[in-house]
Nanobody, 123 residues
């Protein structure tokens, strides 16, 4: 599967953004989808994931209540709705996919990655 992330941009603290992760092919519904982010000088970190088998999202504590992950299998697209953005959310955001995978927070669990979309939150 090929992934294309989009939707990043420059926003102010408190604003919202919705990231999209569009997938190629017709087997999107078999993939667990995750979002990771990487800030300058830091390692890639788990943000959220949604499994192929259920609609429940899993989140890192720092985004719980602010971010929502979802998927539309008919459109081969996953989303990350980000509300109440903070400067600490500034990073390159990547979507990733794992065939029939669990909602793991470990980057190495995911075999497929999009190219990243930059989110910058100013104070």
């Amino acid at each position: 599967v090929q992934l294309q992330a989009s939707g990043g941009g420059l926003v102010q603290a408190g604003d919202s953004l919705r990231l999209s992760c569009a997938a190629s092919g017709n087997t999107f519904n078999r993939y667990t989808i995750a979002w990771f982010r990487q800030a300058p000088g830091k390692e890639r970190a788990f943000v959220a994931a949604i499994s192929w088998s259920e609609g429940k999202g899993y989140y890192v504590d720092s985004v719980k209540g602010r971010f929502t992950i979802s998927r539309d299998n008919a459109k081969n697209t996953a989303y990350l709705q980000m509300n109440s953005l903070k400067p600490d959310d500034t990073a390159m955001y990547y979507c990733a996919a794992d065939l029939y995978g669990s909602t793991s927070p470990i980057p190495e669990q995911y075999a497929y990655w999009g190219q990243g979309t930059l989110v910058t939150v100013s104070s």
